[in-house]
């Protein structure tokens, strides 16, 4: 069994920042991708930024310059800095990985439960 936890979410005013983290725990050989979605209310779920085992980065243009991932693999996790955070970041925010339980399985995809992430003065 591979759990997700998502932790660092909460109320914050406009301009100021926020640490989500999230800690992959479990069986777990090998994780690939680490990445942070988001979803607010009436919307899809999108992709906020993601890092590679490679430490590769990807992120969306709504966030470029002001959120910064990353990941310790020794921790078996994944960090998201949020600064500048503005009335739109408002959102659950999802932690995504995909790993492999053990060597000889294929990668699948976990998902966290999802932090509250409120931006508002």
């Known amino acids: 069994q591979v759990q997700l936890v998502e932790s660092g979410g909460g109320l914050v005013q406009p301009g100021g920042s926020l640490r989500l983290s999230c800690a992959a725990s479990?069986?777990?050989?090998?994780?690939?991708?680490m990445g942070w979605y988001r979803q607010a209310p009436g919307k899809e779920r999108e992709l906020v930024a993601d890092i590679s085992s490679g430490g590769s980065t990807n992120y969306a243009d709504s966030v470029k310059g002001r959120f910064t991932i990353s990941r310790d693999d020794a921790k078996n996790t994944a960090y998201l800095q949020m600064n500048s955070l503005k009335p739109e970041d408002t959102a659950v925010y999802y932690c995504n990985a995909l790993l492999r339980r053990y060597y000889r399985d294929g990668y699948d995809n976990y998902w966290g439960q999802g932090t509250q992430v409120t931006v508002s003065s």
């Open positions: 479990g069986t777990i050989f090998n994780i690939n991708a």
